[in-house]
């Protein structure tokens, strides 16, 4: 992989969890790495760790963030939209808002930071888009109904861009990790807890128990899929959504 040594990318969402995983791998292997988000004090504390790090805040669903973003990069040739949330209601309790919030974070952000990004990756016909997508872009889950479609939505996203692009040397694709051991993975633990009144390794379980390997995903993996799409050995993989889940989604 030596081949990234003085390329740049940019990641969103770049200061925690698996994010913040992708940054550190990118950086290990030579790329100058801008991570984004919103709130300025993990973003430096992972900076401070790494010459090949560094920090710009911002906000992906606002285009203007996301230009800015991209222009304090530099042309990155590797965009790695991560940035996102969930929230978790039966669909009959989910709000119009609820939805609006889900496809802002979960979709708008990697349409404004790609959009953002081609204008200047175009000129150079040379790039990487990769979306952290997630299983619950490839299948259902109940009571995540308005993150469910979102993430299908990148999917899409994923396959249609990747299509109009094929004929440059810009590939598209989306990694889709199943429950993957992070601060949200964590939120979504506690509210099971809260909500149904069982224990920490129960609510855990019930988490795990759909991948057949019985535990979480490490965002490490999720960004091992991310430093080998980035190189120049996928570079006749683009459309594609890629499942790091155990074996959850085949």
């Known amino acids: 992989?030596?081949?990234?040594?003085?390329h740049r990318a940019l990641v969103?969402?770049?200061?925690?969890?698996?994010?913040?995983?992708?940054?550190?791998?990118?950086?290990?292997?030579?790329?100058?790495?801008?991570?984004?988000?919103?709130?300025?004090?993990p973003l430096e504390a992972?900076?401070?760790?790494?010459?090949?790090?560094?920090?710009?805040?911002g906000d992906v669903t606002n285009a203007d963030d996301c230009a800015r973003m991209i222009a304090t990069a530099g042309t990155p040739r590797i965009i790695v939209a991560n940035a996102g949330a969930s929230?978790?209601?039966?669909?009959?309790k989910t709000t119009a808002d609820d939805l609006n919030t889900m496809l802002?974070?979960?979709?708008?952000?990697?349409?404004?930071?790609?959009?953002?990004?081609?204008?200047?990756?175009?000129?150079?016909?040379?790039?990487?888009?990769?979306?952290?997508a997630s299983?619950?872009?490839?299948?259902?889950?109940?009571?995540?109904?308005?993150?469910v479609a979102a993430k299908h939505a990148v999917v899409g996203l994923t396959r249609s861009?990747?299509?109009?692009l094929a004929r440059t040397s810009i590939t598209v694709n989306a990694v889709c990790p199943g429950f993957t051991e992070?601060?949200?993975?964590?939120?979504?633990?506690?509210?099971i807890m809260t909500k149904t009144g069982r224990s920490l390794q129960e609510a855990e379980k019930a988490l795990s128990s759909g991948n057949p390997q019985q535990r979480f995903v490490q965002p490490e993996e999720v960004a091992d899929a991310v430093l080998w799409l980035s190189g120049a050995g996928a570079s006749a993989v683009t459309g594609q959504s890629i499942s790091i889940s155990g074996g959850e989604v085949m």
């Open 1 to 6: 992989m030596s081949s990234l040594t003085g």
């Open 12 to 41: 969103t969402g770049g200061g925690t969890g698996v994010g913040a995983a992708v940054a550190k791998t990118l950086a290990a292997e030579g790329v100058q790495v801008w991570i984004t988000g919103r709130r300025a004090d």
């Open 46 to 57: 992972l900076a401070n760790t790494s010459k090949n790090i560094h920090a710009v805040t």
């Open 87 to 92: 929230t978790s209601k039966p669909f009959q």
């Open 104 to 132: 802002s974070v979960n979709l708008t952000g990697v349409f404004n930071i790609y959009q953002a990004a081609l204008a200047q990756m175009s000129e150079v016909n040379d790039g990487r888009l990769i979306a952290i």
């Open 135 to 147: 299983t619950a872009g490839l299948k259902g889950y109940p009571y995540v109904s308005a993150y």
């Open 161 to 164: 861009l990747a299509l109009e």
């Open 182 to 191: 992070t601060p949200m993975l964590r939120a979504s633990v506690q509210n």
